[in-house]
């Protein structure tokens, strides 16, 4: 092992979730007679919970503040990631295998901490995590590198001692900004997002059963 510790990103990485979000998105908006349209998809790619719910109040005029916003989404999410959401192939088996070789392992994420604490119940994997940082604890939420530099210095591990793991550009991005190497990871998302997640990324997997094959070598 090269690294002295790893960071996962939650969404589309750690567990299969990246359709919960635009779902929330659509249904949400529905109910608010408004259709989510490409400019807000781009802009909200990478923001922190916060970010984003200020983003929809301003570019949709909601007549909600920015927490009623947020409330709404955590209990649509947590309802839709508790009995819909399953982790990634090979995931619980990757986190024994860190554990085994003493690595430290956090979450760096743009999603809410409630619901990041509701996932890690269901799946029993709050063991495996030194910490949970989300873009609502730093400056700005992903493409800039403040969560992941607040993570590592949780860790009290240099960041080119980390290894990250994400599935989006912006996020590659953000880890890629921290000084970090970032192995990108196989989820389902536009192809023109996969495209320029895999020229950003150091290394592309399909799933952490390889990634222990990488690791092993």
């Given at each position: 092992m090269n690294y002295e510790a790893v960071i996962f990103d939650l969404d589309g990485t750690l567990i299969d979730s990246m359709?919960?979000?635009?779902?929330?998105?659509?249904?949400?908006?529905?109910?608010?007679?408004?259709?989510?349209d490409e400019a807000a998809i781009n802009q909200i790619e990478g923001a922190g919970f916060t970010e984003t719910a200020e983003f929809f109040k301003k570019h949709f005029n909601l007549a909600m503040s920015v927490e009623e916003i947020k409330e709404t989404w955590r209990e649509m999410a947590i309802k839709m990631y508790v009995e819909r959401v399953d982790l990634k192939n090979g995931a619980k088996e990757f986190l024994?295998?860190?554990?085994?070789?003493?690595v430290k392992m956090a979450i760096a994420t743009s999603n809410?901490?409630?619901?990041?604490?509701?996932?890690?119940?269901?799946?029993?994997?709050?063991?495996?995590?030194?910490?949970?940082?989300?873009?609502?604890?730093?400056?700005?939420?992903?493409?800039?590198?403040?969560v992941y530099l607040k993570t590592a210095e949780i860790l009290?591990?240099?960041?080119?001692?980390?290894?990250?793991?994400?599935?989006?550009?912006?996020?590659?991005?953000?880890?890629?900004?921290?000084g970090m190497t970032v192995f990108g990871i196989e989820d389902a998302q536009r192809e023109d997002a996969k495209r320029r997640a895999k020229d950003l990324c150091d290394r592309w997997v399909m799933d952490y059963?390889?990634?222990?094959?990488?690791?092993?070598?």
């Amino acid at each position: 092992m090269n690294y002295e510790a790893v960071i996962f990103d939650l969404d589309g990485t750690l567990i299969d979730s990246m359709w919960v979000w635009e779902q929330i998105d659509i249904e949400f908006l529905q109910k608010k007679g408004y259709v989510i349209d490409e400019a807000a998809i781009n802009q909200i790619e990478g923001a922190g919970f916060t970010e984003t719910a200020e983003f929809f109040k301003k570019h949709f005029n909601l007549a909600m503040s920015v927490e009623e916003i947020k409330e709404t989404w955590r209990e649509m999410a947590i309802k839709m990631y508790v009995e819909r959401v399953d982790l990634k192939n090979g995931a619980k088996e990757f986190l024994e295998f860190l554990k085994a070789h003493n690595v430290k392992m956090a979450i760096a994420t743009s999603n809410g901490r409630e619901i990041v604490e509701a996932i890690l119940e269901k799946h029993d994997i709050a063991k495996f995590f030194e910490t949970v940082v989300t873009s609502c604890d730093v400056e700005k939420g992903k493409p800039h590198p403040f969560v992941y530099l607040k993570t590592a210095e949780i860790l009290e591990v240099a960041p080119s001692r980390c290894l990250v793991f994400e599935d989006v550009p912006n996020g590659i991005i953000a880890g890629k900004n921290a000084g970090m190497t970032v192995f990108g990871i196989e989820d389902a998302q536009r192809e023109d997002a996969k495209r320029r997640a895999k020229d950003l990324c150091d290394r592309w997997v399909m799933d952490y059963n390889e990634v222990i094959d990488i690791l092993k070598e």
